[in-house]
């Protein structure tokens, strides 16, 4: 079965600030990554998928992860951050099901609160 | 517009007394999930369905039932709800669950807040 590791609950950063939001996974199969980001009150949002190819993606609202096989890592960047960034972000993998179908299982999520 | 649409989207009930969350997605998708999250545990999954008439238990499926009637909706049904359900229900769904990645992304509505006193 496969796992994901947010070791950061919070993060807090200053405005147009660098940040980078942690996720390891594991996983015995090759898996599809996600993040997905919720705001104040509302659901989730896909921001970026790993598909295959190249190891860096990038995805909405100028967020990009980079995928490292070999350290099962699937990083979430952004340069500089804005206030609207403020949500709770969620790390994902999506593995093949015993049964079959596949299973997305979801990190415990990252806070990130930007601060003026 | 392309969505999945829970409701209620807020509903406070007592111990024991039945209830039912709706869910309806108008994309055609064939593979639908409902999930709770809770404070320092992510979401977790309680059911699936990988079609019509098709539903599966996931992670986190006591005290829950399915019905999977009809390729849009899928209700989550609460028998007799008790406190440790109070949570926050995200329904989701994707095109399917096999294939090329694209069609693995799910699809979220925008919650349903329960508690259950």
């Known amino acids: 079965a496969q796992s994901v590791t947010q070791l950061d609950s919070q993060v807090p950063v200053f405005e147009e600030a660098p940040v980078e939001l942690r996720c390891n996974y594991s996983?015995?199969?090759?898996?599809?990554l996600f993040w997905y980001v919720q705001y104040p009150n509302q659901g989730l949002q896909l921001l970026l998928k790993y598909l295959s190819g190249s190891t860096l993606v990038k995805g909405i609202n100028g967020f990009e992860a980079e995928f490292n096989k070999s350290q099962t890592s699937f990083h979430l960047r952004k340069p500089s951050v804005h206030i609207s960034d403020t949500a709770e972000y969620f790390c994902?993998?999506?593995?093949?099901?015993?049964?079959?179908?596949?299973?997305?299982?979801f990190g415990t999520g990252t806070q990130l609160k930007v601060e003026l | 517009e392309a969505q999945v649409t829970q409701n209620p989207r807020y509903l406070i009930t007592v111990t024991g007394k039945k209830l039912t969350v709706t869910c309806s997605q108008n994309?055609?998708?064939?593979?639908m999930s409902w999930y709770r999250q809770d404070p320092g545990l992510g979401l977790r999954q309680i059911y699936y369905s990988m079609n019509v008439e098709v539903t599966d238990k996931g992670d986190v499926p006591e005290g829950y039932k399915v019905s999977r009637k009809e390729k849009r909706n899928f209700p989550l049904i609460l028998e007799s709800p008790s406190p440790n359900q109070t949570s926050l229900y995200f329904c989701?769904?994707?095109?399917?669950?096999?294939?090329?990645?694209?069609?693995?992304?799910?699809?979220f509505g925008a919650g349903t807040r329960l508690s259950v006193l």
């Open positions: 994309m055609n998708h064939e593979y």
């Open positions: 989701a769904s994707s095109p399917s669950t096999s294939g090329g990645v694209s069609k693995n992304i799910q699809y």
């Open positions: 994902a993998v999506s593995a093949p099901r015993r049964g079959g179908g596949n299973k997305l299982t």
């Open positions: 996983s015995s199969v090759s898996v599809y």
